[in-house]
């Protein structure tokens, strides 16, 4: 065998090797936080994936924002496809801690992940958890928003901050990506047209905690001058909360990332998006 063809096997071998290890890392909970500053909060902050996602959809974001100092990895917690919890690692004593929510059967459909959420706001409720922040990507966006409007709060903490990235909130396909990229385009009052999921926040917007923040991301790749959108997710859909939120007394702000980097599937690997997120839920 040649050099050429043992180096070939070396390289790809090592590149194997490194996304395994890849892999099994950013699902776990790292051993050691060194924060930034002594004085870091204690509210936890869910991250909940998109339909298809996995450890990767979080994954790297959490690790950067742990060896940051800024908040620290604190639970996994696993959603089998029975919806049983498996938790790893804890809460006691963590610093802005923060906790990656992976579903097994990731393309579940919406009312189920919810279901799952709640089964999981249940449980840090019964640990001792007063107040939560959410953040969700994609249809994970959506969960985290009904989440806010839906679910009980006798039995679960107070939802204090949501961060939504890239969320089809005026879109008929909340799951798997199309071809088509839906646009509802506005007019003075709104968009001219509502998708169901669009509708049901609008009567039931007024249910959200009239105290809870949003900070609302979506991206624009501008690969058509005439067009806006993260390549999965048009603007118009991602921002089509600004006509419902704010009338309904909720502090609302709105990040748009254009470029690159702000493809639908980049926006959790944007160092811009790490910062907004970080200013958003941690700045006193």
């Not at 699902?27 to 991250?47: A, D, N």
């Not at 938790?87 to 059967?105: D, E, M, S, Y």
Request: with cysteine; charged share 20%; net charge positive.
């Amino acid at each position: 065998m040649s050099w050429l063809l043992w180096g070939l096997v070396l390289a790809v071998s090592a590149a194997v090797i490194g996304g395994v290890w890849d892999w099994w890392r950013i699902g776990r909970i790292p051993k050691h936080f060194h924060p930034i500053q002594s004085h870091l909060g204690e509210t936890p902050t869910v991250f909940i994936h998109g339909y298809g996602g996995n450890r990767y959809s979080f994954g790297h974001l959490l690790g950067r924002l742990h060896r940051a100092g800024v908040a620290q990895k604190a639970l996994v917690i696993r959603v089998k496809k029975n919806g049983q919890l498996q938790v790893r690692g804890h809460l006691l004593g963590a610093k802005n801690p923060t906790i990656q929510v992976i579903f097994c059967q990731s393309r579940a459909a919406l009312a189920t992940e919810l279901h799952w959420l709640h089964q999981i706001l249940v449980l840090l409720k019964h640990n001792g958890v007063q107040r939560v922040n959410l953040v969700g990507h994609s249809m994970g966006a959506i969960v985290v928003i009904l989440a806010a409007m839906q679910l009980p709060t006798r039995d679960t903490p107070r939802i204090n901050k949501i961060v939504t990235l890239a969320g089809p909130f005026n879109d008929i396909e909340l799951g798997k990506d199309t071809d088509e990229i839906l646009v509802y385009e506005w007019g003075p009052r709104g968009p001219f047209r509502q998708a169901p999921i669009y509708h049901y926040i609008a009567e039931k917007v007024h249910e959200l905690p009239h105290d809870v923040h949003i900070l609302n991301i979506a991206g624009d790749i501008f690969t058509v001058p005439t067009r806006h959108d993260d390549g999965v997710i048009s603007v118009e859909s991602a921002f089509a909360l600004r006509w419902l939120l704010p009338k309904a007394g909720i502090d609302y702000q709105e990040l748009l990332m254009r470029g690159v980097r702000g493809a639908h599937s980049l926006l959790h690997e944007n160092k811009l998006v790490d910062d907004n997120i970080v200013r958003f839920l941690y700045a006193k």
